[in-house]
């Protein structure tokens, strides 16, 4: 009934001095939310890395279904280097992801875009702010609205919710989950916030060194947690 | 004074230099390459001291000079702290080659200083010619890479997400760059073209905060600069970069206090 969208294929990360994911299988079902849990360093960024291709497996594969072109990915990364000076309004940040070899101005229809993604993250009020001046929550959802701009069907957000005061987080992961129901936007959320995770994912994986577990959600005990975290 | 052919043609040149250096000043302070930007108009220094030494316009030493070592930073790559230690020796050689040069081409003093500190008498109509030739194609490649160019300098890490051509781009623009600095020498010199290709624009960031925006007002501060320069310049007979540095640094000084009278 339900397609893939990505699958991994007993894949491996070693750097020199350190084996970061070791043989690992997991199907990434279209319109899912997965949550990926694990402590600091387990390898949740570097597994990112190898679905976004920026780094290659030392083993196994990373597939696309039913191919590379079919797939959009949206990423916002754990960190990005905005200083307070940053200059950009968040406005102009956004549209940053309008790339390629067009007008140097952006179109009727482009502005149009940002102008929708800035009322969907309750930005419109703040645009014409520098970035470098927004909270921690705007940015964060400035860094989300420009992962957004492309339209893409697979989401990444790597502990975009980190940094976030409770409202922020469930006003960010709300957006996100109705794009999911409503667009089928498949959604990869990396974060250490369990009762986050349950309560809008639908699915986890688990990673821990050297292993890793992966289920519905609802299989995700206090137990498990407690017990794969004295592992 | 506009009677005067090397007026209108330094009015001329200061107006191409002026709206390079204020637009691709936008990109160097975003990309942080102030330091390299100083470095590479030491680099035009000697290219350009090699160009007396071979019999050349100074213009043609400094852009085979500055366009080979940008080419050669871009590829020493990311290794950021590597590369401002290599950067700060790179500079230090060409000072000095600079100076042989111009000693084996046994050129005197004032031509030596009007390459380092400027001069308004210095340029001919065949020199803006040849510097709106160049001007032109640096702003063409600008339009044409410019959505790329922005992500990639405000953006350095979504732009990698999104699989930009980042290498490339990074090549192309140190190679502008280059072409900018050899430019903007011509009525700066050398020791100061630095000013231009960034005071301009950080202060402009303090006021306006889209790319195009920064840019034009970057444009404005440069203009504004140059062309006072150059009139204060014939009046007083004082030398022109010492007006345009004072000015541009005037301007950058305001915005600072502007925006801290602002928070
Ligand atoms: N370029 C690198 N070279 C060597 N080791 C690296 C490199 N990048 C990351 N590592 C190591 O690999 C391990 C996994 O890093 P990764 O960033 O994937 O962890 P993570 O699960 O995302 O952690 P966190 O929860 O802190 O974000 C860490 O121990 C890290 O120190
Ligand atoms: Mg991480």
Redesign the interface.
Known sequence: MSEPILQLDNVSFAFPDKTVIENLSYTLEKGAFLSIVGENGVGKTTLMKMV???LKPSNGRVRFLPNRNSVEIG?V?Q???IDP?Y???I???IG???????T??LTKKERQRVGELLTETKLTGVS???LGQASGGEKQKA?LA?ALLDNPNLLILDESTASLDPVAKTELLDLVKSLNQRLGLTVIFVTHDIPLARHYSDQYLFLTPGTYEAGPISALSDEKVAKMNNA | MLSYPFMQNAYMAGTLIAIISGIMGVFVIARNMSFLTHTLSEIGFAGAAFGIFMGWQPLNGMLLFTTISSIGVGELGAKSSRRENAISAVSALAIGLGILFLSLADTNASYATGILFGSVIGISRANVIQMMALSAGVLLTL??I???L??DS???????????WTRTLSVIFLILLAFSVSVAAQIVGSLLIFILLTLPAAAA??FV????K?AGLAVIFALVGVWTGLYLSYVTNWPVSFFIAAIEAGIYFIALAVDWAKN
């Open positions: 976004l291709q920026e990423y990364p960190f990005r280097n000076e200059p950009l309004s406005r102009d940040f940053l992801n309008f790339a390629g070899f067009r140097p101005w014409d702010r520098p860094y420009q | 339009v044409v410019y959505r790329f922005k992500f405000f953006d350095p890490i979504g732009a990698r997400v999104e699989g930009l960031k303090y905060h889209t790319v195009g920064m």
